[in-house]
């Protein structure tokens, strides 16, 4: 079947997280400007953490909070977006959206361009929206007692629908669904029914898969030797190219490195999904189990058979708390009896904090024969005895302590390695962090009033 | 009829995601002509088993035929989760290559069939 150009709609992905490469969206930009029909770009750049931390940032500076990357990742696309009217979709608001809009208008001022059309998406933020006993009563039991740091409900498509049918070429917004990013362009340019639940689902697995952005070009795939990547340094970003029917063909930026194949579209259709008949977004219940994938050239794969059923009831939100202090410290021991001496200066800072009174959650490693697979109390790490004479290791050594003091005292005690620990131990590093615990809980949607706004 | 055991690492592809304190780890025949072995040698209770140490609540598996796919949930294995866990990889991005440890037994004559003589031999 062919279609003209028109009835496609392009979107392309920039960033798919916070710590993405600045640069991916210039080729993304460049490969939507290049085609003739509509385009959009999106920007995923907020995992459940991320938003607590800007919450913290928002609490100290009432004019932070919003992605601390925003303008590195949109000042080299924003001047081409403008002038091929590309819209840009995303979740860089963070816990201040309106915060962000501004400095993205500041940012098409400093470029010379008429002044931007911004629209921020907000309701979100249950802090904001809830009395404290309304959102108590949602939280599981064991987190009553505590001060929540953020609680953000992930809103789904429809704002950001409306905002770009009304004209805004960015769109703001903090907590949405991240496939709901790729959604709401597509029903303002489709004009999907509300409950046309397979082709939302189409659209939401679009989504799915451009939301880790080079997640499904070969970035996060290659395995030398089983699984090669050509050009890798030079990953592309992906380009869905999304049809009135809800299918769709993935794609990536021209002049890329990397590919799209059905091995890499599997490996991402699957990531972080449970029951794949059951994938819940705030627009939608996706179903992909007779989803089927088809290489129809080099990096453009087909998505057809995704189904959908009506969306969840209610919305899920996650809820941050302050949660005490992460203590690190690694040392390497290297050459002969290194594995010996690693584990010897472990068993000295076990002891040590033991002599000082520290009964804390306690985990150590030896990078070089055992550092992940384990878990934290141990269990699983005896596997690592086929790497007994491994001659370069570093002991890693990481507690977790309610007060800052105690996580203190447990990097001081790998510092302490150097003169206090067994022979030849070198390149010391330690690190305490302040944690954030999250959970998520169930909101009613009727307790929710998410809207959208231009900001001027 | 002569068996070989390999690494499920050549006859599949993984990627593991994490969700609080669940991964969920998909296991991608790389031919489908060894879907049927994975199938059957893939499954709840050898990968209850291969992560016991992590100490699964439930393991259970989601079968996709048409994408020659599977997709593993494990609860509460992540030791508290991105936000609680001591381990480095805090999310279990790793646990994906854990999975492709899994030996699988299949026919020599598939092996051959698979182009997995040469990596055969050498185990």
Wanted: hydrophobic letters at 45%; one cysteine or more.
């Amino acid at each position: 079947m062919n279609s003209a150009p028109t009835e496609i709609l392009h979107i392309g992905c920039g960033a798919g997280f916070s710590g993405d490469r600045w640069d991916a969206a210039v080729a993304v930009v460049r490969t939507l400007a290049a085609q003739p029909g509509p385009a959009v770009l999106m920007f995923e750049t907020l995992a459940e953490r991320t938003l607590a931390l800007a919450q913290l940032r928002r609490r100290a500076d009432p004019q932070a909070g919003y992605e601390p990357s925003l303008e590195r990742f949109v000042a080299p696309v924003l001047r081409d977006c403008v002038a091929h009217g590309i819209p840009i979709v995303g979740n860089f608001g963070a816990a201040n959206p309106r915060a962000a809009a501004a400095c993205l208008r500041r940012l098409g001022e400093s470029l010379g361009l008429p002044a931007l059309r911004v629209a921020v998406v907000e309701g979100d933020n249950l802090l904001a929206r809830l009395s404290p006993e309304q959102l108590q009563s949602l939280l599981p039991g064991q987190l009553k007692a505590h001060e929540a740091v953020s609680a953000n409900a992930y809103l789904g498509a429809f704002e950001i629908a409306q905002a770009l049918r009304a004209g805004a070429q960015i769109v703001v917004t903090g907590r949405v669904a991240d496939p709901s990013l790729a959604l709401g362009p597509m029903l303002a340019h489709f004009d999907w029914a509300a409950d046309d639940w397979d082709r939302l689902a189409c659209g939401t697995m679009a989504g799915h898969l451009l939301e880790c952005g080079a997640q499904v070009c070969g970035g996060y795939f290659a395995d030398p030797g089983v699984k090669d990547v050509p050009g890798i340094a030079d990953v592309g970003f992906p380009i869905v190219e999304m049809h009135a029917d809800g299918r769709f063909v993935v794609t990536k930026a021209h002049a890329t490195g990397g590919c799209v194949d059905t091995r890499t579209v599997k490996e991402q259709l699957l990531y972080e999904i449970h029951d794949p008949a059951r994938y819940l977004t705030p627009d939608v219940v996706a179903d992909i189990t007779e989803a089927e994938v088809t290489q129809l050239a080099a990096d453009r794969v087909e998505v057809r058979g995704v189904r959908g059923h009506a969306a969840p009831a209610s919305l899920k939100a996650t809820v941050c708390f302050d949660a005490g202090w992460l203590a690190e410290g690694e040392i390497s021991y290297a050459g002969p009896n290194a594995v010996a001496r690693g584990r010897l200066a472990g068993e000295i800072v076990r002891d040590r904090l033991r002599r000082l009174g520290l009964t804390l959650p306690l985990r150590v490693d030896l990078i070089g024969q055992c550092s992940v697979f384990a878990a934290d109390d141990g269990a699983g790490g005896d596997d690592a005895a086929q790497y007994e004479n491994s001659p370069d290791v570093r002991l890693r050594v990481a507690a977790h302590a309610a007060g800052r003091d105690d996580a203190d005292a447990v990097a001081r005690e790998v510092l302490a390695l150097y003169t206090c620990g067994p022979a030849g131990g070198g390149g010391v590093r330690t690190q305490v962090t302040n944690r954030l615990a999250s959970d998520s809980c169930e909101v009613p949607r009727g307790w929710l009033q998410p809207g959208w706004s231009f900001v001027a | 009829m002569s068996r070989v055991t390999l690494p499920l690492h050549l006859l599949a592809h993984a990627r593991s995601g994490d969700k609080g304190n669940r991964s969920n780890i998909s296991v991608i025949a790389f031919d489908p002509r060894a879907w049927d072995v994975l199938l059957a040698q893939v499954t709840e209770a050898r990968v209850a088993e291969l992560f016991a140490a992590r100490r699964p609540t439930r393991t259970a598996r989601y079968v996709l035929p048409k994408l020659h796919a599977m997709n593993f949930v494990l609860d509460d294995i992540l030791d508290g989760g991105v936000n609680a866990s001591l381990n480095l990889d805090t999310h279990g991005k790793a646990l994906s290559s854990l999975m492709l440890t899994l030996p699988i037994t299949l026919d020599a004559a598939l092996t051959r069939e698979l182009g997995l003589e040469l990596a055969a031999s050498s185990i």
